[in-house]
């Protein structure tokens, strides 16, 4: 799929003030190499304040600074999801495996706030899933539901359960999972969230739900909100998700990627989300159903 393209604002801040634009440019997208960017420059695809730029500029704090990126063609990914609740206030949908629910890595238009956002342009989402993360997303329509959810999201007022396909048979039936999580250094991402002692406090309850011959299903509990929290966690305690292309054991991220550390290929599912409705107080219990996945390794 061709899309539109995309416009990529930012502001020049102080610490930048003096490095040339080329620079510039090669330090904060490092996606693309000095002589890449110029090649983009060359196309007239950057402007600073307005202006068309050559890359030998000298940028100063405040300044404008657009990227206006030509169409390309986006990675396919799946154009369906299930309404799982809806009313004049929020939004709760199905995510499938390999849909982003945000733009990034490639993706602006094949993903789940575009498709919301086509039949219902004022939703936008509380929090987001991994691509290939299945389950509840939850949107907002309007801003005193958002400004709710948003205050009690990683608070007990909040209750989000996952099911997890893990490697490994577990020794035992339950766990609280405490591994702080930070960004470490990765030689071919730069850096990437991971168990890390100096990293934030996260906390999460798993228990066991099944074993089989090499596997285990876990429930799980989120406590806090970290990034990729439950794959660091249960990699952390011996168990990364059975598939995962990036955590392996102790939580640490795979040096010799087997794949994209954006691919799915594990079973990762947000079953159920628990919480009052943040205009009306009702209480909500969303639940979705377990991929296909699941029941072949029971």
């Known amino acids: 799929m061709l899309n539109r393209g995309y416009a990529y604002s930012t502001i020049i801040s102080r610490k930048y003030h003096g490095q040339t634009l080329l620079s510039h440019l090669a330090s904060i997208y490092t996606h693309s ?7 983009k420059l060359k196309n007239g695809e950057v402007t ?3 202006v068309i730029a050559t890359g030998s500029e000298s940028v100063t704090s405040g300044q404008t600074l657009v990227w206006n990126r030509p169409p390309w063609i986006e990675p396919d990914s799946p154009q369906h999801f299930e309404v799982l609740f809806d009313d004049s206030h929020l939004l709760a949908v199905n995510k499938p495996s390999g ?12 993903t789940l706030l575009r498709l919301v956002q086509k039949q219902t342009p004022a939703a ?15 949107f907002a329509k309007t801003p005193q539901a958002a400004c709710n959810l948003f205050a009690n999201w990683n608070t007990p007022r909040i209750q989000k ?25 990765h030689p071919l991402l730069g ?37 990729h929290q439950i794959r660091i966690h249960l990699a952390s305690i011996g168990h990364p998700l ?20 954006g691919d799915g290929g594990y079973l990762l599912h947000a079953q159920c989300l628990k919480f ?22 029971q």
């Open 161 to 185: 359960i996952y099911r997890a396909l893990a490697q490994n048979i577990a020794q035992h039936d339950a766990y609280e999972i405490l591994t702080p999580i930070g960004l470490v250094p």
């Open 124 to 138: 936008n989402p509380v929090h987001r899933l991994g691509r290939g993360t299945t389950g509840i997303v939850l």
């Open 191 to 227: 850096s990437v969230w991971a168990a890390n002692p100096s990293g934030k406090p996260s906390k999460s309850l798993a228990r066991v739900i099944s074993r089989a011959t090499s596997t285990t299903t876990f429930e799980i509990s989120l406590k806090s909100g970290r990034p």
């Open 48 to 50: 600073l304040n307005g």
């Open 242 to 261: 059975v598939g995962d292309p990036l955590y392996g054991l102790a939580g640490q991220p795979l040096e010799n990627l087997p794949g994209l550390p």
């Open 276 to 297: 009052h409705h943040p205009i009306t107080g009702e209480q909500m219990n969303l639940e979705a159903a377990l991929p296909s996945g699941f029941s072949s390794h």
């Open 33 to 39: 190499t000095p002589q890449a960017w110029q090649q």
């Open 99 to 110: 849909l982003p629910t945000l733009p990034g890595g490639g993706f602006l238009e094949n």
